[in-house]
């Protein structure tokens, strides 16, 4: 079984919640919360999957968008979602255990 890796997973997680508009790799890692450096780390492997597509150049930066197109960007979201949605009902059950216990 194969799961995202914690940056990977942030890097995802910001593209996702902003798939139409483009950014340059500075604003990806400042917006996703990790370093410049770790994302360039991982870049050409974001590149090579189709994670990403070039958009435009502003002042000389290449802005990149989430490539929605891709299967893959899209079984991701769907695995994201699953991943999110279960996070939220294990809150919710550990929420209603709390309550049980106060009573």
């Known amino acids: 079984m194969y799961v ?17 508009l483009d950014f340059s790799k500075t604003e990806i890692a400042e917006y996703s919360k990790i370093g ?11 590149e090579n999957l189709g994670l990403v597509i070039p958009t435009r150049k502003y002042g000389g930066t290449q802005l990149f968008k989430l490539n929605i197109k891709s299967e893959l960007v899209n079984k991701i979201a769907e695995i994201m979602d699953r991943i ?3 996070e939220e009902k294990s809150e ?5 255990k709390e309550i ?3 009573m």
Request: hydrophobic share 35%.
């Open 92 to 96: 919710e059950e550990t929420k209603q």
């Open 84 to 86: 999110e949605q279960s």
């Open 4 to 20: 995202l890796n914690p940056r990977l997973r942030k890097v995802m997680d910001f593209l996702l919640d902003n798939a139409p």
């Open 36 to 46: 410049r450096a770790t994302l360039n780390r991982m870049w050409e492997q974001i």
């Open 100 to 102: 049980e216990i106060d």
